[in-house]
Nanobody
Framework: VQLQASGGGLVQPGGSLRLSCAAS????????IVWFRQAPGKEREGVSC????????YYVDSVKGRFTISRDNAKNTVYLQMDNLKPEDTAVYYC????????????????????WGQGTLVTVSS
């Protein structure tokens, strides 16, 4: 399983970024791909999830209405479109996957995901 996150950068408050997670075919076709983030001095937090079987999604409350997760089947890539970014969104963002996971409303636990990509830094600052 291979995952590669990209797309981070510096953006002003209110701005937008789109993160990409390029996945191996196995990771893309089975289970779910998720985004976590980790701000300095804080625990890793589950942000969003998308299931391969039916495209079901999950968002943590703090990003609902601002972030959108999607899949591009032709590119084996999951995107996280982040709009109306806030300084508190500043973090290293990681994508992860698990072949047996299905996205639900119960939140995301770091321990449920065995495959991780490298992080991409998102900084929201004026």
């Amino acid at each position: 399983v291979q995952l590669q996150a990209s797309g981070g950068g510096l953006v002003q408050p209110g701005g937008s970024l789109r993160l990409s997670c390029a996945a191996s075919k196995f990771a893309f076709d089975y289970g779910a791909i998720v985004w976590f983030r980790q701000a300095p001095g804080k625990e890793r937090e589950g942000v969003s999830c998308i299931s391969s079987s039916d495209g079901s999604t999950y968002y943590v409350d703090s990003v609902k209405g601002r972030f959108t997760i999607s899949r591009d089947n032709a590119k084996n890539t999951v995107y996280l479109q982040m709009d109306n970014l806030k300084p508190e969104d500043t973090a290293v963002y990681y994508c992860a996957s698990d072949a047996d996971y299905y996205c639900s409303d119960y939140g995301l636990d770091v321990g449920d995901f065995g495959s991780w990509g490298q992080g991409t830094l998102v900084t929201v600052s004026s």
